[in-house]
């Protein structure tokens, strides 16, 4: 082969958006696949890792029909190995630009969606439930560690999930990093999926004016009251900066979705108002940024 093929080679590699898909079974994987086919992309089902490498060579010979295409692994697969980081090591070494994606929840999550659906965990053998759930982990470990973007499903349903998959992936107009705002209560948990956390408690709490009690963060008043106080607006400045100030690094380093978790007590009030201020300074800037309240309708 000559070096123009060679390089020709390489370049339709790294043109090849490629997504790959991995995660905790009773996760949602397949969700995340049918959201994917909903914005373009060829999805591949199912895949053993081993057929990894040779389903992207054929994905970056196949031309435009192919472009987008995503491949979902699991351990059902007996050909399912363990070393996926690898994997996907070996893939950006052949020039390629795979986006790794994990989908996890919750045990508890899990194991009721199992019951729920009355199956066995694929790697549950003789033993509990809750047995196969933690060997899944101990296999999956690397991949999460190592994913470019974290789908926690725990307080997700499966419209919620897939709206957040589409979000994400779905082809933009202008290409660059695209942003969520989260907020959520403390109480509830840390969101898992979050690329930053932010605290905004030393924020006096709306809750402890009656007026506002029972209204939330998108709502005028509370909004006012909260973006009225003193170091919120200066709060929301300097970290959207500081936000801004890392998107050439992270479009480097082929990051595409970043999830920016804005906190409270209860995820009603302070974490609303403070997440709708920061993802319009975020549009106003150029980068896409929606917002999502996880713990809003909780109280």
């Not at 010979?61 to 692994?73: I, K, N, W």
Request: proline share 4%; with cysteine.
């Amino acid at each position: 082969m000559g070096v123009a093929a060679v390089q020709a080679g390489k370049s339709d590699r790294s043109e090849l958006d490629l997504v790959i898909v991995t995660g905790i079974s009773g996760g949602g994987r397949s969700t995340v696949a049918r959201a994917l086919e909903n914005v373009g992309y060829y999805v591949i089902d199912n895949l053993p890792e081993s057929l990894v490498g040779q389903a992207a060579e054929l994905a970056a010979a196949g031309g435009e029909e192919v472009r987008r295409t995503a491949m979902v692994l699991d351990v059902r697969s007996r050909a399912f190995m363990t070393d996926l980081v690898g994997v996907i090591e070996d893939l950006r070494k052949g020039g390629f630009k795979p986006h790794l994606v994990f989908v996890d929840a919750d045990d508890d999550i899990i194991i009721r969606r199992f019951e729920k659906v009355r199956r066995a965990h694929p790697l549950q053998g003789d033993g509990m439930l809750a047995d196969g759930i933690a060997a899944e982990r101990r296999i999956l470990e690397p991949a999460r560690g190592s994913a470019d973007t974290l789908f926690d499903t725990t307080h997700l349903n499966e419209n919620q999930l897939r709206s957040r998959v589409e979000e994400a992936f779905l082809a933009p107009s202008t290409p660059g990093l695209q942003f969520t705002c989260m907020s959520f209560g403390f109480k509830y948990g840390i969101p898992r999926d979050a690329d930053y956390v932010a605290d905004v408690r030393f924020l006096p709490n709306p809750y402890w004016v009656p007026t506002l009690r029972e209204h939330t963060g998108t709502d005028q008043d509370v909004s006012d009251y909260v973006l009225g106080q003193d170091g919120a607006e200066e709060f929301v400045a300097a970290y959207a900066s500081l936000l801004l100030g890392t998107t050439q690094g992270f479009e480097r380093e082929g990051k595409r979705y970043m999830t920016i978790a804005i906190g409270c007590t209860g995820g009603k009030h302070r974490s609303v108002a403070i997440a709708e201020s920061l993802a319009k300074r975020l549009n106003a800037a150029g980068f896409p940024a929606g917002t999502h309240h996880r713990d809003r309708g909780n109280e």
